[in-house]
C-alpha cells in the first residue's frame, strides 16, 4: 500500500454538511481538522492502492478541490551519501 497525505477543504458556511458527509463515509475521525480554528481544512495520511482511492475518504460534492499528495520516506544513510555540491560563487559585479 502507498501512503498519501488528503488535504480536504471546505468553507465556513458548508463545514456542517463537509463533517456529516465525511462521517456518513466513515472517514471522519482519520483526519485532523483545524475547523475551531477558523481553518476549514482536514488533514489525514490513508493508506490506499491510487491517488483515486485515496480521495474515495473525501465526500463527493469536496472532491474536485482536493489535493492528494504521495507520501514517501527518505532513507537517512542514501541521503547521507547524496554527494553535495558546494555553492557555486556568483560572478555578478
Ligand atoms: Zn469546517
Not at 463533517?19 to 493508506?47: N, Q
Not at 472532491?63 to 504521495?70: C, D, G, H, I, W
Amino acid at each position: 500500500m502507498k501512503r498519501f497525505l488528503v488535504i480536504s477543504n471546505h468553507k465556513a458556511e458548508d463545514c456542517n454538511l463537509a463533517l456529516k458527509e465525511t462521517l456518513a463515509i466513515g472517514y471522519l475521525t482519520h483526519y485532523d481538522w483545524g475547523c475551531k480554528d477558523g481553518v476549514h481544512t482536514g488533514w489525514a495520511i490513508l493508506e490506499a492502492e491510487d491517488k483515486a482511492q485515496a480521495l474515495m475518504s473525501v465526500p463527493t460534492f469536496l472532491r474536485n478541490q482536493e489535493m492528494v499528495v504521495r507520501l514517501i520516506k527518505f532513507d537517512p544513510a542514501k541521503i547521507a551519501l547524496i554527494h553535495v555540491e558546494p555553492p557555486t560563487p556568483t560572478t555578478e559585479k
